[in-house]
């Protein structure tokens, strides 16, 4: 009786100092404390809130607070999984439940979702609402420094709103090269891909003397909306919900306005009538027919496809790198937490400390069990926790899937491109629509650029092409002087 009376006696104490500790104390995330396991309990585990249909392995989960403990962090991790949307058609189900379960206090990490259509703006406004715990001080003034200087700041600005960052960014999602086009190689010869000067009138020129055999096609894959720059030296325009950004003057458009999109739109038309294109504009359907000549090789070119396909048989034309605003699919810290500190510490902790981190998304850390002789995750080993919804990839081992052969150190691959000569930046980093205002209208310009894309299937394409010009110029006229207005009031 007199050893428990002790034991609780001394439990009082320690618990008295832990609460005497300031701020600063407790914001010193770099530093591991004296807990071990047997203290690891309600008031240092961290609730990591995610979608219902998130992959997420209750045994990583235990192997990781057993790491952590084992190394002295005195913290855990749970996960709760809430209500969403499985088709990715109403994002206000997932986004009502996190705020719900933010509001009761029972969380105090959130994964806030991807950006659904026509959800960039309304990303900023939920990051706004109150729900989310403001980063920066901790970013620039205490142990967060270290997660800062993880990314390029460029990419902090883009994910910030209203100046203030209120998520991590997820390292799966932020820029690298995007590519144009693959040719194979022993379908196009590499004098006849190096005189290509990048614009869509001159591929043309090149796919008329691709000789093709006999079974093959010409291009694999699907046109884009997205795709009207062509190979330019410095990114000009961004799309982001059917909206085009100037992102060089600042200004906004609809696609039909701008000469470059003409020209792309011509060069698909042409390409249709000979039978290089077959698919419709943004059309993600992919024929069993397609996919057998991407299997066997019998195509020349492919766009949208680069997942599938083995970088030594192909050149990549890329796109440069533009820096531009990523918002979703991040993580956020819950402002109703009394955990802040805690759950703080745990995102320095995984993203400085790779150990922890493998062994969260692949249930072990050591490197000789993990990976083969080439350095990738052995094929045997499955990955049952999504790297996504932990907004973890660049300090993880990474894994051939699908025909992608990854690079092994992803940080060292984003720094080779935020050093790329051609990289752009946007000049509108950190501008997020607000379409309150004006949601049903962008909704109506939307379906009718969708209706309109695909002109260049007309026989009398001209004429198609002034038609749609019109309808879309229509829908789009009351959005434009709403969102120039908005970016006015931004840059101010």
Known sequence: MKKRFSFILMLLIMTLLAGCSGFKQSLDHGKK????KDTVNKENTVVWAVREDARVSEKNIKKTNQLLAKKGYGLAVKVKKLKTDRTYEKQEIYHDALEKAVKSGEIDVAYVDVCYETAQGEMAQYLQSGLFYPLNRWLHFTEGKA???LYDKEVWKGSSVGGEN???PNEIYYDIPETVIAFRKDHVSKKLIKSWDGSWFDL????QKVRLGKNDIMVAGFPMIDFFEGGVKKR???IDDDIVYNIQDQTVHQPFELKEFYEYMSFLHKCYQKGYVTHRMDDCLTSEDELLHLRQGEY?????AEECLKPADH????RPVCVRGILGEGTAISAYSDKKEKALELMKILRTDDEIANTLIWGEQDAKKLLDEDGYVKDSVERVSDRSVFGLNDGIFQQKEEGITPVKNMR???NKWIHYSPRTTSRMLGFWPDYSSFYGGLTEYQEVLKESVDCFQEKDFEKAYQEAAGQVAKAWKPLRKKLQQQITEWKQ
């Open 412 to 414: 060292e691959y984003r």
């Open 166 to 168: 209120y998520i991590f």
């Open 300 to 304: 020349a070119m492919a766009w949208t």
């Open 33 to 36: 404390t004296e807990k071990t």
């Open 147 to 149: 997660v800062y200087n």
């Open 204 to 207: 043309f020129r090149i796919m």
């Open 315 to 318: 050149v990549f034309i890329r």
């Open 236 to 238: 000009k325009y961004m």
